[in-house]
């Protein structure tokens, strides 16, 4: 199989119709947006609306954010733990770290904690890649090592999903010969934007076939809501793997912001010297204690959402659409013609699903919501695809915003 082209980023902005009012809250105008530090999934769903939304009216689908929110322990721990709000309590945030390393089988100096995942992968990319040092990713796939590449100033090197009309995996073979010196080769697993996993067999080729200097970030932020096996056994033994966990998923907590960098702890002390040691949120702290220390939580949740993506999933088929076959809390929808403008007509409808990745410009995504969003959904779809949608792209940036590149986190 041919290796994927390496290619600069120079207008990542592409990837999607990035902002307009309600971006100026994250930057002070269109000069501020080039040296902004991390952007997330909140972001790039928000900015690629085609219209502006009220967070209180229709259906959001378009964020991989888990409507069930946290759960009922961890809402009464961060309710517990507001009135000490008033101070910094570091020696809190050492309980999720010892509780979780317990759990895996790890040494708590190989696990690092975050106000979510994305800011661990920014630095990641800051601390392995260079001008002469490329990341590599899938494509479609996770956009935020692309942020972090063009401040960094390395190549992006993307390399198709295999099978993108099947399986829809990462490419692994093709993603390591793809660059002779990659600084970082990211795998998000399972993948967004399509929700497929790859077999833990694919993940051991890359470990050991792996340039002997480049980084693996393995992005675990959705491994709950699967069946394959995890990945942190490399860390366990050593490797240039890089794990990131995230609590903004199953657990809930995307508004809240926690997560994990598990790698050996020179890897860590290297990224941490891009950020990552002020104090965390004592309420994302207690939250995540909380979660970690319930049995009946991931399996639950997990049983849930595989319940109704299934039940989502199998109406679209039965509907003659074409879905990725995912086993996270978002699937990749082939809508078989411009993917914009059935997002534009579902907006108008108070409906907000997405993104679109360019590789696949008639596909959407769509984040797994309740059941009955699900099925409000369906009635949406069902209207919008019956009728016509030409005219209803959404709109292209003005100016400066429309080449400022972009990306988003976990």
């Not at 067999?201 to 693996?216: M, N, Q, R, S, T």
Request: proline share 9%.
């Amino acid at each position: 199989m041919p290796s994927a082209p390496i290619s600069s980023i120079t207008d990542p902005a592409a990837c999607s119709g990035f902002s307009r009012r309600s971006f100026f809250r994250f930057a002070a105008g269109a000069s501020a947006l080039a040296t902004m530090p991390i952007l997330t999934e909140a972001h790039l769903a928000h900015a690629a609306r085609p219209t502006f939304a009220d967070p209180n009216k229709g259906i959001h689908i378009d964020a991989n954010e888990n409507p069930m929110g946290p759960s009922e322990a961890a809402r009464q721990a961060m309710i517990n733990i507001v009135p000490r709000g008033g101070r910094y309590l570091f020696p809190l945030e050492s309980e999720p770290v010892e509780i979780f390393a317990k759990q895996e089988g790890l040494n708590p100096e190989c696990v690092m904690p975050f106000a979510g995942s994305s800011e661990p992968l920014h630095y990641t990319v800051l601390a392995f890649t260079s001008k002469d040092r490329p990341v590599v990713i899938a494509d479609p796939g996770y956009e935020a090592p692309m942020w972090a590449a063009q401040i960094s100033g390395a190549p992006v090197v993307k390399v198709p999903l295999c099978d993108p009309r099947g399986a829809a995996m990462h490419d692994i073979k093709a993603m390591l010969a793809a660059a002779s010196s990659p600084g970082v080769i990211y795998i998000c697993n399972p993948n967004n934007p399509t929700g497929t996993c790859t077999p833990r067999k694919d993940i051991e080729y890359a470990v050991a076939h792996a340039p002997k200097d480049a980084i693996l970030l393995i992005d675990e932020a959705y491994i709950h809501l699967c069946d394959e096996p995890r990945s942190l056994d490399f860390v366990r033994d050593g490797k240039n793997v890089i794990v990131l966990r995230t609590f903004s998923k199953l657990y809930g907590m995307a508004g809240i912001r926690m997560g994990f960098a598990i790698a050996r702890p020179d890897l860590l002390q290297k990224i941490s010297s891009f950020g990552g040691l002020n104090a965390l949120p004592v309420t994302a702290v207690a939250a995540a204690k909380a979660s970690l220390l319930d049995p009946d939580l991931i399996p639950t949740r997990k049983k849930r959402i595989a319940e109704i993506r299934t039940e989502s999933i199998a109406w679209l088929k039965s509907q003659g659409y074409t879905v990725t076959p995912s086993e996270s809390n978002c699937f990749m929808l082939d809508v078989r013609r411009p993917g914009a403008e059935v997002q534009a007509a579902l907006a108008k409808k108070d409906m907000y699903v997405g993104r679109i990745w360019p590789a696949w410009p008639n596909s959407l995504r769509i984040t797994v919501g309740t059941r009955e969003e699900m099925l409000a959904f369906q009635e949406a779809f069902t209207e919008v695809m019956s009728g016509s949608t030409a005219g209803l792209v959404a709109p292209k940036l003005p100016g400066r915003l429309a080449k400022t590149p972009f990306t988003h986190m976990s």
